[in-house]
Structure formats: C-alpha cells, structure tokens
C-alpha cells in the first residue's frame, strides 16, 4: 500500500489524476422525511440550497469558459513557435531542448482544454419550474426543491472534478514556464559572467565549492518545503474554523 502510494505521487506529480472512482450520491430524500409542519422559511431555505447549487455552476463554467480562450490560444502558439523549430536547418542540442520543452507545453495545455471542454458540457441537470410550486403546499414544494438539489449532486460533482484536473494541469504548465525561465536567467548570468570571467575559472569555482553549494540548494528546499507546510497547516486550521462556525450557525438556526 506504501508503494503503491508513493508511486501514484510520483505519476501525480507528473500527470495529475483524481484518485478514486467518482462516488454516486444514492441517500435521496423521502416523502415522509419532510415533516408535516413545513412552513414558508423551510421553503426558503431549500430554494437557496437551489440557488447556491445554481451559483457553484456557474462559477465553473466562467472559469472553464476563461481556461478554453487563454489555453486555445497558448496552443496555436506553441504550435507555431514548434513548427518553426522543427524548420531550423542546422539543429543544436539547445533546439531539440526547446522542441522538447514546447511539446511538454502543448502537451500540458491540451489537457487544461480538454478538462474545461468537459466542465462545460451539458449534464442531466433538474431545473426548478413553475410546475414545482403552483397548486401545491409547503411540503410539497420544498421536498421537490430539496429532490432536485440531489439530484444534481453527481453533475455538479463532474464538473468541479474536471476542473480540478484543468487547474492541476494549468499549474504545471506554470511550472514548466517558470524552469524555463529560471534556467534562462543562470544561462543569462553564465553569459553575462564569462564577458568578465575565465569561464575556466567559473568551473574551478564550482568544483572547489561543489558541496557547499549543494549544501545551500537543499537547505533553501527544505526550509521552502517547511513554509509552504506551514501555509497549508494555517489553511487547514482556518477552514476547519470555518467550518465549526456553519455548523454552530446551523445547529442554532431555528
């Protein structure tokens, strides 16, 4: 199971995926759940559990809609900065890097698209009519209300699961453009350098002090490592408040 773990985050570090097989929401609400004395206010409330459901859709197809312009766009460039790589006559290892590099881009980007083309396609989604409170009680009206938020579990949840992908997808293709710029900023500096350094020099610097500066990239890892822990630890503290603060609102809603 350890393995089997650790190896799943190696292949999600690479190529996220959402472990699991997607859960079927099957605890539908009966008839007689609804108790007989259902007023205007549990109404009301089953009709904003109907609007907030409406809301969260809506946020992700905005966001959806967004990923499929920038990356649509982003993809037809790669696909020509690429094409004219490929046209280079005399390649150098540093073309084949970079033809490399934009196929990971491309590769990375065609997934964001493809996950937001899938967070924005029609589902089965229960809509609320004017058939669901004309000539009908209070009871009535808010176990069809409270059905239909249910009922839409599974194709909210769909949604929200691409988008997921979409975004784990767009930060590696963040990440990607960030390398590349770091490592064009050393090879900057390197150029920069040898105008007024014995490249030699350089390289007998860096032999001599080899572990040293190994010594310093781990400890700025580690000690990055250690904060971002600690963001996540605040996070996780701060929505566990939150949510002990819903859950003391609902316990004390009438």
């Known amino acids: 199971m350890c393995i089997k773990k650790i ?6 570090f690479f190529w996220p995926f959402l472990e699991g097989d997607p859960i079927e929401f099957n605890k539908f609400i009966k008839h007689e759940d609804v108790p007989v004395t259902s007023n205007k206010q549990d109404v009301d409330y089953a009709y904003q559990m109907y609007l907030n459901q409406k809301e969260r859709i ?3 197809e905005s966001k959806s809609i967004v990923f499929i312009g920038i990356f649509g766009s982003l993809i037809a460039i790669l696909a020509f900065v690429v094409k ?3 046209m280079i006559e005399n390649h150098t290892i540093w073309t084949y890097i ?15 698209l493809r996950y937001s083309i899938r967070a924005l396609e029609r589902k089965n989604y229960e809509s609320f009519s004017y058939d669901d409170f004309l000539n009908k009680d209070d009871k009535e009206i808010c176990f069809g209300l409270v059905k239909k938020v249910q009922k839409n579990y599974d194709a909210i949840n769909s949604k929200v699961e691409n988008m997921t992908l979409a975004q784990k997808f767009m930060k590696r293709v963040l990440s990607v453009i960030v390398l590349c710029a770091i490592a064009f900023l050393f090879y900057s500096l390197w150029m920069i350098l040898s105008l007024f ?10 032999r001599a002090y080899c572990c ?9 890892i580690t000690i990055a490592f250690f904060v971002k822990i600690n ?6 503290i701060i929505l566990k408040r939150d949510l002990k603060k819903v859950n003391d609102e609902n316990t004390t809603t009438p």
């Open 7 to 12: 190896v799943n985050s190696f292949v999600g």
């Open 231 to 236: 963001i996540l630890k605040r996070k996780i």
């Open 212 to 220: 040293l500066i190994s010594l310093l990239v781990f400890t700025l």
């Open 84 to 86: 004219d790589l490929l």
């Open 58 to 60: 809506k946020v992700v």
């Open 197 to 206: 350094i014995d490249s030699n020099k350089i390289f007998l610097f860096l």
């Open 98 to 112: 970079a033809i490399l590099v934009m196929s990971i881009l491309v590769l990375y980007s065609t997934q964001v």
